[in-house]
């Protein structure tokens, strides 16, 4: 076994090759040694060790029937939205792994992508005599305790930088209460502290958000909200199934319809664009990534709009599934950055450029 420690005395460097875990085997920590409570979390993280072993590994990397890959996420998204994050950032890493690194996740691994970058707090990388060190605080890492290894973004002598990481150092800390939300709870997005934790370069300065999978990724996650869309509005569905609508209730789930069935028809499309296109010599992918958050975002806030006041309060407060969709994916379209998104498209449409044709 190949642990953290070895990746200090290894002198690793970022050339691609073979498997990602030459970074190390490294183990989350065990709900029952206390490192995750005996509730929804765990549950969860018992969902994604089992995708991570029985089906991630038949999901296609972008570029490749990337249709499949986003009704896989828009399936899990269905399921349990904090499930669906969890594979997402997996699936995400190991398409990043392959992108920039030339490897992938070995067997046994559950990998997390921890790239949010607030004004504070932050992970600072130093250079070692073995090669990178990091210290400091990442926010929203989603599998704080499940993931046994994390791609993690830091701010280096040289620019901003990716790292892969063996979680299983000492020096790897997550921070309890650092989630007191209701929606995605169950995603374990604690703040995590790294403490001279060893770590390797993986490509670059920048290449993490320069290459076309990072603008393909994105539409990624949109297939988790789009999922989660469908979960929201799966009893008004079945409402209509019985004959149990009125005139009311039958013209939200009409709205709805044409919401989702659009939303559905947009994501076919943007998984061809991209098969047609994964190494963006068209120069279309920043804009069409942009669209395609921006509608699906808009459609999941009118979809929980339509449902919630066809259906009142009932399923809110009797259909266990259902409030837990309606809070988690309330909290997850915030990943979209709302009007502040919309303004960066607006801006590029106005450039004029050749993505925007």
């Known amino acids: 076994m190949i642990t953290s420690t070895d990746v200090a005395r290894s002198g690793v460097s970022s050339a691609g090759g073979g498997r990602a875990s030459d970074v190390g085997e490294g183990r989350a920590p065990d709900a029952r040694e206390?490192?995750?409570?005996?509730?929804?979390?765990?549950?969860?993280?018992?969902?994604?060790?089992?995708?991570?072993?029985?089906?991630?590994?038949?999901?296609?990397?972008?570029?490749?029937?990337?249709?499949?890959?986003f009704a896989v996420l828009t399936s899990l998204g269905r399921r349990d939205l904090s499930l669906a994050r969890l594979a997402e950032g997996h699936l995400d890493a190991a398409a990043i792994l392959h992108e920039v690194d030339g490897s992938l996740p070995g067997p046994g691994e559950r990998w997390g992508v921890w790239a949010a970058r607030p004004p504070s707090p932050v992970v600072n990388a130093t250079r070692t005599e073995d090669g990178w060190s990091l210290s400091g605080v990442k926010p929203y890492c989603s599998g704080?305790?499940?993931?046994?290894?994390?791609?993690?973004?830091?701010?280096?002598?040289?620019?901003?930088?990716?790292?892969?990481?063996a979680l299983d150092h000492p020096g790897v800390?997550?921070?309890p209460g650092t989630w007191p939300a209701v929606g995605m709870a169950d995603s374990d997005s604690l703040d995590v502290s790294f403490t001279d934790v060893?770590?390797?370069?993986?490509?670059?300065?920048?290449?993490?958000?320069?290459?076309?999978?990072?603008l393909h990724g994105g539409v990624g996650v949109a297939a988790c909200w789009l999922g989660g869309a469908h979960a929201v509005a799966a009893p008004l569905y079945e409402r209509s199934g019985t004959g149990r609508l009125n005139e009311h209730a039958a013209a939200h789930l009409g709205a709805v319809d044409v919401l989702l069935s659009t939303a559905d028809t947009v994501m076919r499309r943007a998984a061809e664009d991209i098969d047609a296109d994964p190494l963006d010599e068209r120069g279309q992918a920043r804009v069409r990534g942009m669209r395609v958050r921006a509608l699906v975002e808009k459609v999941c806030a009118e979809v929980l709009d339509h449902t919630g006041r066809a259906l009142g309060?009932?399923?809110?407060?009797?259909?266990?599934?259902?409030?837990?969709?309606?809070?988690?994916?309330?909290?997850?379209?915030?990943q979209h950055h709302a009007e502040g998104?919309?303004?960066?498209?607006?801006?590029a449409i106005g450039d004029g450029s050749r993505e925007t044709r």
């Open 34 to 69: 206390g490192g995750m409570p005996d509730t929804g979390e765990r549950r969860t993280s018992a969902m994604f060790a089992g995708f991570v072993e029985r089906e991630a590994p038949a999901v296609p990397l972008p570029g490749r029937s990337t249709g499949r890959r």
């Open 144 to 165: 704080a305790r499940c993931c046994t290894h994390a791609l993690v973004t830091a701010e280096a002598d040289d620019g901003y930088r990716l790292f892969a990481v």
């Open 173 to 175: 800390t997550p921070l």
């Open 198 to 214: 060893p770590a390797r370069a993986v490509g670059e300065p920048g290449a993490y958000v320069e290459r076309p999978g990072f």
């Open 313 to 334: 309060a009932g399923p809110l407060c009797h259909d266990e599934h259902h409030a837990r969709a309606v809070a988690d994916l309330t909290v997850y379209i915030r």
């Open 341 to 347: 998104d919309l303004a960066q498209l607006g801006h």
